[in-house]
């Protein structure tokens, strides 16, 4: 069984460009996570999808970031108009449904110039 | 809101030194308690859970008990390693079976030999 896949691993954009980062979940997983983790610090919550929902997005920017999870196929952490301070590692994590424990991805450390 | 507090790094021991690490929380209700290990450059895993009062979550030669009396999940290793020297998270998730989790700071240890 497959883990959470995240790709790309590395990312490297330009100050205003766009940067997508994908997340296939664990099988069987319907629950997805977003976190960003800025240099030397924790883990951050962004926002929480179920398939076709947004459940929670109290961590997400105001601006300039959306994320979804349709119904087939990977979530996409989606970033408009980079700048630099985007620069991060970038997990995603899965969960069955009213599975404990949530299971994370390698990450997309993403790096804008 | 949920929070959880944990022992500030960076710490480094000798080799077969003995290991804590400190974490407390604040929760509403009775969360679920986790230990995640990030290596340089990778994902975090998991390396233990605890889901009530009193289990003690093990993995590794790690442990860490669940003390609802001080909100407590200390982590300790009686006889630590150079392959130890990461970085250690804790995190909580309430109950619910679908919420996120929230993490601490982050603990970086490194081991000497």
């Known amino acids: 069984n497959a883990g959470v896949m995240q790709n790309p691993r590395h990312l490297v954009r330009r100050r205003g460009q766009e940067a997508r980062l994908r997340c296939s979940p664990m099988k069987g997983h319907s629950h997805v996570y977003w976190y960003r983790q800025l240099p030397e610090e924790g883990l951050k919550f962004m926002v929480y999808?179920?398939?076709?929902?947004?459940?929670?997005e109290s961590g997400m920017p105001k601006e300039r970031f959306s994320a979804e999870f349709p119904k087939e196929g990977p979530s996409i952490l989606r970033i408009q108009q980079v700048v630099r301070g985007d620069s991060a590692a970038y997990f995603c994590a899965s969960s069955e449904s009213g599975e404990n424990t949530i299971y994370f991805g390698e990450g997309s450390w993403l790096t804008v110039v | 809101g949920d929070s959880v507090t944990q022992m500030e790094g960076p710490v480094t021991l000798s080799e077969e030194a003995f290991l804590t690490i400190n974490c407390t929380y604040t929760?509403?209700?009775?969360?679920?308690l986790f230990w995640y290990v990030q290596y340089p450059g990778e994902g975090l895993q998991l390396l233990l859970k605890a889901t009530k009062a009193d289990d003690k979550g093990s993995n590794k030669g790690f442990e860490a008990t669940y003390r609802k009396e001080t909100t407590s999940f200390h982590l300790e290793k009686g006889s630590v390693q150079v392959s130890d020297s990461a970085v250690y998270f804790c995190a909580l998730r309430s109950k619910g079976g679908n919420e996120k989790l929230t993490f601490g700071t982050g603990t970086r240890l490194t081991i000497i030999p």
């Open positions: 999808l179920q398939k076709e929902n947004i459940i929670d």
């Open positions: 929760a509403t209700g009775y969360p679920s």
